[in-house]
């Protein structure tokens, strides 16, 4: 970057001075220095501070390298900053010149004379020549020897010498003579050199420096080059030179990277890309680039049209409001409102935003006379632009798109998210027409999370038509799975076959299989299962229920022979029955691999082999090599080694053991006393089927989520404080309804309960949270309940047993005694089916204003250390009695109640 001087007279002993003012504000900051000649009015090539690879992220100084070196003042070397390295004198001295803006005064004479015994290398010389002419420096003491080792130049810049040096600048030597002989306050006052002493002495009455740690002033101590670019930084303030690359104004364009600034009559534009730093006038702290907010006053520093470096000076939008009665449009873009009785006539242009009361863009035509609007105006131009008309309240015509957040058909009410992420809330009636695919529906068909356009006219719903969102289900039988597991074939009740694509993860269903998967499906042209298929509004199958089998099915059968050539299998069932099946390419095979073939599962087929068939008439259709058995322990006979289950599809297994490893969730070194009566398990077999080999117990864990990694299907959950991690990869993952969802649906701050087969997580389903006002207790001691209409409308009743919980916000107990009719509480179920009942701290505040880019809502404190900023959920139910309102149609001095879960707004109810 190339840093141009303004043309200036020479800056005034006070602004010199400034410079050391702040070399002493502080004791710790960074600085590069060039290392190439300088010639008279030369320039100098700035780096930005994020290219600097020693200077990381939060680093203290950060501000103050990002700053100067955007300016232009410090210089980079080969990409590193070397922030803890000393400042010599002539280093120190260059800097101040830079800063001063006074290079257009160095000479190009290096053969210039300084004092005797002032030795510096030739790039500096005209530096310290300088400013020997500008009495920064006194020749005298300058020049005295010193007996210290290596030349005046390279010394390492001392405090002292530098408190020296600024009082000197400051024109306030003789008031540092007459407190020559007074001591400091500082605990090493005996260390600072008599002829200082009286320098230090006007410092501190000045205010112009500080200790250092245990109330030291550490005289002979060295500076940093993050401290010295921290001083020059922070005396900026009492600089009056501006510089070419440095522009303050106001934000009129914002995007990810651009930036708009108006500067003295018009705007000039900034590209903003990763090295650019963004902070704010009175903090140390690197600020997000999302804090940055439009019509705001502030300093970019920058190369040309790339910016470096961007501080926000003034925080404060530089609008000022007008609000009126819309009356009507004019020819020549002009917009007229009624206040007090007198009509104001605005001027707008395609740069003016018009929103909707909801803070959607709308077109001008949209906004209905009679309706309540606000006018912005900047303020910081003469021509005082409109730039924002927001309608407050009163009559929307408008179209849209958006998705459905929630029903009430008792209310005939809506609310919709649009693209804008706000919410928007309509009741429709008789005269409303809701369509999809030019099919006319009912307001009862319309589902949450359907995309949809809509019409809004006079504020009630006009028309809405689902662009996505329509759940279908149909019935056939299944012909065939795709190879690769991506779709399947059905034939329709009428004959038809037609071929779908799958979901990721589709849901399977099937009577008697626990978590069975898309392998234990039959497909056949003539006996393929009965089945029910969701579809998702993309068409693609997210569930598959199985109906009716048709063929036969024998479980536990044994091998009797097998004829490789013939590919007969016979079989004896559990009831000493023989029977003979074909096997065949379109059976389907399962055994203990990912990839079964028939010449695979040839082997396995010896005399006394256990087996589940299933066959039409004596085609096999499946044909699974029994390894694991899944049920309920019912019976543990220790004595004879033998444990009975009982499998999900009712049949009882007496099975042996003899040492068998058992895995359990939680648990390293689970052992054989931790299988009880009762408990869900896996039983693996050994190699003869005729034994135990492992116990996997089965246990579902509630977690919250932490965090998600969508690559490696890795989660990170935290339940009673303590935080783990597993596997998603092979869990089988639903939603709080029951419905099939990807990896993507699971996101921090869910609740999840997740079920293990041993220590892997074999299903994972999102938790219902209801949030809502209790408008029953029932206190009985046989049934306590409590009854809950959230906030779409919907009541619903939770049992209250003995297992259940009832927390305050903060986690700690409560009774069935603290819950009242009025309450809010977030309710959900643990993994044991029990209520668990949070109930939402509330406060009455007064409303102050709504920040819409925070999503922050601000009250008026009552006391000096009261909170008065909350985040606002995205899907907050906001109301005065029955009707809902919108953030923007509070106005100051409102009385509100807030109702906050984890801190957040979840409901505001307007008094």
């Known amino acids: ?82 922030p803890n390295d000393y400042v010599t004198q002539q280093e120190a001295v260059t800097m101040a010149i830079r ?89 090493d006052n005996g260390k600072i050199s008599a002829s200082k002493r009286g320098f230090v002495n006007v410092a501190l009455e000045l205010g112009l420096t500080n200790g250092v740690d245990g109330n030291r002033f550490d005289p002979q101590g060295s500076v940093t ?129 018009f929103l909707d009361q909801n803070g959607a863009k709308i077109d001008p035509s949209a906004i209905a006379v009679g309706s309540k609007v606000s006018v912005s105006r900047e303020t910081f131009s003469s021509a005082k632009k409109t730039v924002i008309v927001q309608v407050k309240s009163g009559i929307v015509n408008k179209t849209g798109t958006g998705t459905l957040q929630s029903i009430d058909t008792a209310t005939k009410s809506l609310v919709i998210k649009n693209d804008a992420g706000n919410l928007e809330s309509y009741t429709w009636d008789a005269n409303s027409f809701f369509s999809y695919q030019n099919e006319i529906l009912s307001p009862s068909e319309l589902k949450a999370g359907s995309t949809i356009n809509y019409t809004i006219r006079n504020n009630m719903i006009q028309s809405i038509e689902l662009k996505q969102g329509v759940e279908r289900t149909i019935r056939g039988s299944l012909y065939e799975v795709g190879a690769n597991g991506s779709t399947i074939t059905y034939k329709r009740d009428g004959g038809a076959l037609e071929v779908k694509l799958l979901a990721s993860k589709p849901e399977i269903v099937i009577s008697g299989i626990s978590a069975p998967l898309l392998s234990d499906l039959i497909a056949d042209s003539t006996a393929g299962d009965q089945v ?55 059976t389907k095979l399962v055994y203990n691999t990912a990839n079964p073939t028939l010449s695979g599962i040839e082997s396995l087929l010896t005399t006394g082999r256990k087996v589940n068939v299933s066959y039409l008439t004596n085609r096999a259709l499946s044909l699974e090599v029994i390894y694991q058995y899944d ?62 080999s492992s116990i996997l117990l089965k246990s579902t864990v509630q977690f919250e989520v932490v965090d998600m990694n969508y690559t490696s299907s890795r989660i990170t959950v935290k339940k009673d404080g303590v935080t783990s991690q597993f596997y998603l990869d092979k869990a089988a993952l639903t ?53 809950v209409k959230d906030y779409a409308g919907t009541t619903e009743t939770f049992k209250l047993g003995t297992g259940s919980k009832i927390v305050n916000d903060a986690g700690s107990a409560l009774s069935l005694g603290n819950l009242a009719a009025g309450n ?67 106005k100051e001095n409102d009385t509100i109640v807030l109702y906050l879960n984890n801190g957040t707004i979840v409901e505001i109810q307007k008094q």
């Open 532 to 586: 029910q298929i969701t579809l998702n509004p993309d068409e693609q199958v997210t569930k598959i229920e199985v109906l009716n089998r048709q063929m036969e099915q024998k479980r536990g059968a044994s091998v009797v022979s097998y004829e490789p050539k013939t590919k007969l299998l016979t079989l004896m069932d559990a009831n000493k029955k023989p029977f003979v099946v074909t096997l065949d390419d379109k």
């Open 99 to 187: 800063f001063a803006g006074l290079q257009n005064k160095l000479s190009t004479d290096t053969a210039v004379a300084l004092p005797e015994n002032v030795v510096v290398n030739n790039y500096f010389k005209p530096y310290v020549a300088l400013a020997f002419q500008q009495s920064l420096l006194n020749k005298a003491s300058e020049s005295a020897a010193t007996g210290q080792k290596g030349t005046w130049g390279e010394r390492k810049a001392s405090r002292e010498w530098i408190t020296e040096v600024l009082v000197r600048a400051l024109g306030k030597e003789s008031q540092a003579s007459a407190a020559a002989s007074k001591a400091t306050t500082f605990a």
């Open 824 to 890: 809010r509480v977030e309710v959900r179920k643990d993994e044991s089916g029990n209520a668990v009942v949070k109930v939402l701290n509330v406060t009455t505040q007064t409303y102050w204003k709504y920040d819409s880019y925070a999503k922050e809502i601000y009250v008026k404190r009552q006391n000096v250390n009261d909170a008065n900023q909350y985040t606002l959920s995205p899907g907050a139910y906001i109301h005065q009695g029955d009707t809902i309102l919108t953030v923007q149609s509070l």
């Open 1 to 82: 970057m190339v840093q141009k001087r303004s043309n200036h007279s020479l800056p005034s002993k006070k602004v010199v001075s400034a410079v050391l003012v702040g070399m002493m504000a502080l004791s710790s900051g960074t600085a590069v220095f060039a290392d190439t000649p300088a010639t008279t009015g030369a320039s100098v090539t700035a780096a930005s501070a994020g290219q600097f690879s020693d200077v990381k992220s939060g680093f203290w100084a950060e501000k103050h390298i990002y700053k100067l070196a955007a300016q232009g003042i410090i210089l980079g070397d080969k990409g590193l900053f070397r």
């Open 225 to 353: 080059r993050a401290q010295l670019a921290t001083f020059f930084s922070r005396a900026e303030a009492y600089n009056n030179i501006k510089y070419d690359n440095s522009a303050e104004g106001i934000i009129t364009g914002l995007s990810d990277n651009k930036l708009d600034l108006y500067v003295d009559g018009s705007v000039k534009s900034y590209a903003l890309d990763a090295t650019t730093g963004y902070f704010t006038k009175n903090s140390e702290t690197k600020i997000a680039f999302t804090e940055l907010k439009p019509y705001t006053k502030v300093m970019v520093i920058g190369s040309g049209t790339k910016a470096g470096y961007v501080e926000v000076t003034d925080p404060t939008v530089q609008l000022e409001s007008t609000e009126g009665t819309f009356q009507k449009l004019s020819p020549g873009n002009i917009l007229w409102i009624e206040t007090n009785s007198t009509f104001q006539q605005f001027t707008y242009d395609a740069g003016t935003t």
């Open 735 to 787: 939603g709080d309804n029951g419905q099939a969802v990807e990896l993507a649906d699971i996101r921090a701050g869910q609740i999840l309960n997740v079920t293990f087969n041993g220590t892997n997580a074999a299903a994972a389903q999102i938790v219902k949270l209801t949030t809502g006002q209790i408008t029953a207790v029932d206190s009985s001691a046989a049934s306590p309940s409590i009854t």
């Open 631 to 692: 049920g309920k322990v019912t019976a543990i006979d220790t004595a004879a080694k033998k444990m009975t289950v009982v499998t999900p599809g009712g049949e009882t297994l007496v099975l042996p053991y003899s040492n068998p490893a058992v895995q359990a969730y939680g648990k390293s070194n689970a052992s054989l006393s931790d299988v009880k009566i009762g408990s869900d398990v896996a039983l693996v077999l050994n190699a003869t089927q005729d034994a135990i």
